[in-house]
């Protein structure tokens, strides 16, 4: 690690010094600021406060399809906002598949009042939960919503969107897996090496001391 009392001297056979400074300032910056705003939108965190208080003592979640498969005036609640955060950009207000980054799209979002032939998947709870688990085309899939935030947005579309829907097939409901912690991944943005700052830090820092290196007539 170079240290800064060389940095009058280094400053001048080598302003690339600067950089790794300036990343890091960046790097402060996105960590203060930004982080912990991804970091609440994707773990569900934001959607927290609007959810009953959670039992102290119980600390992971266990999902139960067969429940969550079932509307309920908390599900359809907590969709609201789910479907607000996540989905309301591309499918629109309305859920008519106009939202404003829609029009950047060349597949247009599904309008949620499309007659059915029209689904790829389908409308009924469990396709949109394929849907919402895979992707489809041009339809992101959703990895950060947990089980609960992913069947409270269905419910919630159906129930403001839409004025019926298919029920779901028979074999999708007996291939229901068993209640379970986490059955779903959920994107851990610390995890998730979206911005290597430290690396490209480091890789500039030993790129300097190479060239320094080679002008001290070192090297290969
Ligand atoms: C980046 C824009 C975008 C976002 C965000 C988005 N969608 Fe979509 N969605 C699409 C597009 C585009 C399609 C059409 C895909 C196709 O037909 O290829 C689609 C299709 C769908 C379909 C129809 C699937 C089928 O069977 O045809 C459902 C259901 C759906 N989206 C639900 C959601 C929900 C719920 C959310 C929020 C959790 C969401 N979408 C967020 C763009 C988006």
Not at 88 to 112: I, M, N, W, Y
């Amino acid at each position: 690690m170079p240290s800064h009392d060389h940095k009058g001297a280094r400053e001048k056979s080598n302003p690339l010094i600067l950089i790794p400074l300036l990343l890091f300032g960046v790097y402060v910056i996105y960590l203060v600021v930004w982080l912990p705003f991804r970091y609440g939108a994707e773990t569900g965190l934001l959607e927290a406060a609007y959810r009953a208080p959670a039992d102290p003592n119980d600390e992971e979640e266990v999902f139960d399809y067969r429940e969550l498969r079932q509307p309920s005036e908390e599900l359809i609640a907590q969709g609201a906002r789910v479907y607000q955060l996540h989905c309301q950009s591309c499918h629109g207000a309305e859920g008519g598949g106009d939202g404003p980054a829609a029009a950047a799209l060349t597949v247009k979002p599904r309008s949620f009042d499309a007659p059915v032939e029209e689904w790829r998947i389908g409308a009924s709870v469990l396709e949109m939960h394929e849907t919402l688990r895979d992707g489809v085309g041009a339809m992101p899939a959703m990895p950060a919503l947990n089980p609960r935030q992913k069947f409270a947005v269905i419910h919630f579309v159906h129930d403001e969107f839409m004025e019926e829907w298919p029920e779901d097939p028979p074999e999708m409901v007996a291939a229901l897996p068993e209640p379970a912690v986490g059955v779903d991944v959920t994107i851990d943005p610390y995890a998730d090496p979206r911005v290597p700052v430290r690396y490209a830090m480091r890789k500039l820092l030993e790129q300097a001391a190479e060239e320094e290196e080679n002008e001290d007539g070192g090297g290969e």
